[in-house]
C-alpha cells in the first residue's frame, strides 16, 4: 500500500511501517507522520499497517490470572477451562452439579450460574456464591 493509504486508513492506536524496513511509525503520537517519516520512504509502496489489538487479541490467559479464581477456588469450585485466548474470554468451573461461567476481558466481567440458575457482575459473585454453601 502507499505511504498516503497506510496513513489514512491507520487505526489511531496502530502505527504503520514498511514492509522492507520494520521500523514502525505509531499514529497517536506527538509529532504528525510527514515530519517523521523519511521523505525516500513516503514514495515506497510496501507500506503496512501494524495494529497491536491483533496480538492482544491472540493473547493466551491462564484462568489462574483471572480475577474469578481465587473467589470460585476459595469455595471449592475447580476450573474446568484451564486457559483462555482473546480479548473476552470464557472460564467453566465445577463444583458438584452446580456449573460457574465467568466472561472478563474488554467490557466483559461477569459470571453466570448455570445451576443453580443466576447471574451477575464481578461484585456480586462471592456473595452468591456464599448463598449457595449457605443452602439458599
Known sequence: MTYEDAKKYCHVRSAIYR??????????????????????DKLAIDWLEYDPREEADKTVHLVENQWHYPILTKYGFEPITKKATGFV???????????????????????????????GYWGNLESFLESIANGH
Open 89 to 119: 474470554r470464557a472460564y467453566l468451573y465445577k463444583k458438584g452439579d452446580c456449573e460457574v461461567r465467568c466472561v472478563t476481558g474488554a467490557n466483559a466481567d461477569y459470571w453466570e450460574s448455570l445451576n443453580p440458575k443466576s447471574l
Open 19 to 40: 514492509e522492507s524496513k520494520r521500523i514502525r511509525f505509531w499514529k497517536n503520537h506527538s509529532v504528525k507522520l510527514d515530519d517523521r517519516v523519511p521523505d525516500e
